[in-house]
């Protein structure tokens, strides 16, 4: 398996973004991004730009956004009208041959930086017609997070010091994430950046918050791909689409450091399991690997319960069905996140 970097929720020059679309691609190469995903709000007028930019596959889809319960519609080739209510431009975004992602679902906050867009209704998470397919849960979104700390005390030192203003996803995110994967509902998770590099006057002239080649170096979604992307643009599309909503990924905190080459595998003989895939154990116990890579805590979550935990490498044999995901945190902010095995009888 190769793991391939990317970026998602960006906005450009077509809504509010700072950047054009060949200026953020650029700046996702500098930072080693391999494939990004940019969800300008309400329109695909980039659309016409997207593909292979400076190497970095640049994909241009749409953030849909009434004034609460944002959505990120993807793969699909119409403008999905945000007067609808929020099941029904799901359900667009699905009949449409497209998907989704329910974006910072658990905001608190309004203040003179950032509205109040929180999703209202967790009630509803998923097109009525779920046929096999998977939603999305944008489980941390960085300039939600940074946003909801601030306030006119503390803006300067949070803008001079970025990371004293982020705590990661909330636990009330997390649980709903868990309980819908426990209830069966297959619910990927995303890290997003909701990156617009922001121009904001100041004293000192005009300051960007924050830029897009400095954001990049942040949350990082990491997608397990058979191999390396190809050059056709199709085909790579076809790949980041397909193992981002079957959650064939994890997600990294680049500020605590990278996690490049992260294990995480179920197996019984010759039989592999990874993030995404559904595991039996009709035919007997299965055996669970994972391997961070570096010297760091890791935690085994089961049904969203920590089981077993230890430092870079966890070997454990499993013999309850449940979903199985990993989390690593170095400091006070989480690192490394996986998306789950699912276990069966």
Known sequence: MYASPGAIHLHSQYSDGSGSIPHIARAARGAGIEWVIITDHDTLDGRAEQGYIDGVLTLVDQEITPFHN???????????????????????????????????????????FKGLFRWDDWNINSPTNMSGRSTGIELWNFMSDWGEQLTPNNKEFLYAFPTRGLRGPTKATLEWWDALNVAGKRTFGVWG???????????????????????????????????????????????????????????????????????????????????????????GPITLKVTLGSDAPVRLIHNGSEIMSGRNTLLTTINASGVYRIESTKTQTPWVMTNPIYITR
Request: with cysteine.
């Open 70 to 112: 944002h959505f990120l519609g993807l793969n699909v080739d119409r403008v999905i009208p945000n007067t609808l209510p929020p099941q029904q431009f799901i359900d667009a975004t699905y009949d449409a041959g497209g998907f989704g992602i329910i974006a910072h679902p658990d905001e608190q906050t309004y203040n003179e």
């Open 193 to 283: 950046l909701d990156t617009h590099a922001f121009l904001r006057p100041s004293p000192f002239g005009r300051l960007q918050v924050f830029s897009y080649e400095w954001s990049f170096k942040t949350l990082t979604n990491y997608l397990w791909l058979p191999e390396k992307l190809p050059g056709n643009i199709n085909s790579a599309m076809r790949m980041v689409y397909g193992a981002l909503a079957q959650g064939r990924s994890y997600m990294v905190n680049r500020l605590e450091g990278d996690c490049p080459n992260l294990e995480y595998v179920a197996f019984r003989g010759a039989e592999r399991w990874y993030a995404g895939d559904i595991a039996s154990l009709r035919e």
